[in-house]
């Protein structure tokens, strides 16, 4: 049986980006090319931008997800990476539209559309609130672009935080006390990671998915290059180069993954992961964390 993956974090796909895509037809390419890539399930994610370019893409992304067609992965609702996000760990998101928590802010974005999961540096003034907001609101919070110190981080999960946006990139690391080390250590927090030999080695990969067994979640990070191969490509406001199996802005900082679900799993299998552990990461799990029923999906 060839698995039938579910990601949570997709920018782009096909050499579309979904921030910028123009119209509807334009988010159905993303949705074709996944689908060419096995994934049946996605949330189409909006990173840092301006509140009207946000809003225009979510409304793009939701005439598709209420209308889905053949040869089309899902669109299961959108993932807002960002605007409330950690300057100092923004990644490539660009700094002049991160926002400081502001609740008409997300009351734009989340009336725009179904939105599923929302990425917050919860060290930020106000953002324990938004974080209780959303969660009142049946949003799943996830951690990520963050600077938090441990308690920060222990807050941000107290307040209803119940996953990690891209385990180790755009966070403080192990050893340094953060968002990384309390998510691993508590049984209640999903762990989302990219498994791509890019973002995460190997050896860091294996120690830590033995400390997360049955609650991580495989993430692709794909933006407009995944899919196609060497070249440059869009990502929001910005150009982004792929040569040697990397994505990477011209100053080097990296910008999403390019891989597939299907070549995590050969990797996870190649260190040693149990074979139900691995699947159930790109399959059910992420399902179980936005409350969709996976078999619907698949039938």
């Given amino acids: 049986m060839n698995p039938k993956f579910v990601d949570l974090q997709v920018n782009g796909h096909g050499g579309i980006d979904l921030l910028t895509a123009k119209d509807a037809e334009d988010v159905r390419k993303v949705s074709r090319s996944l689908y060419a890539n096995g994934v049946v399930g996605y949330l189409p994610t909006i990173i840092t931008s301006a509140l009207s370019d946000a ?6 992304i939701e ?12 669109i299961l609702g959108t993932h807002l990476e960002g605007p409330f996000i950690s300057v100092e760990k923004r990644g490539v998101h660009p700094q002049e539209h991160i926002a400081k928590p502001d ?13 599923k999961i929302v990425t917050i540096a919860p060290e930020l003034p106000g953002a324990i609130e938004l974080i209780q907001y959303l969660v009142a609101n049946n949003v799943v919070v996830s951690l990520g672009h963050t600077n938090a110190t441990r308690e920060e981080a222990i807050a941000g999960f107290n307040a209803g935080a119940k996953t990690v946006t891209h385990l180790f990139n755009a966070m403080p690391k192990p050893p340094l006390d953060g968002t990384a080390q309390v998510a691993i250590e508590r049984n209640d927090v999903a762990i989302q990671i990219i498994i791509d030999e890019v973002h995460v080695p190997n050896d860091l990969v294996k120690e830590t998915l033995a400390k997360v067994s049955n609650r991580f979640i495989v993430t692709n990070d794909p933006i407009a290059a995944a899919g196609l191969g060497s070249g440059t490509y869009p990502f ?3 150009e982004i180069t ?8 011209s100053d080097g900082t990296l910008a999403g993954g390019i891989g597939t679900l299907a070549g995590a799993l050969e990797i996870m299998d190649s260190i040693g992961i ?3 552990d691995a699947l159930a990461s790109v399959t059910t799990r992420p399902c179980e964390l936005i409350g969709v029923d996976y078999q619907s999906l698949i039938n």
């Fill in 236 to 238: 929001g406001g910005m």
């Fill in 55 to 60: 809003v225009r893409a979510i409304k793009l």
């Fill in 63 to 74: 005439e598709v997800r209420k209308n889905p067609a053949p040869g089309e992965a899902r």
């Fill in 103 to 115: 609740l008409n802010h997300l009351k734009a974005l989340l009336n725009a559309g179904l939105i």
């Fill in 274 to 276: 149990a074979k139900s």
């Fill in 242 to 249: 792929v040569k040697d199996g990397q994505a990477r802005r």
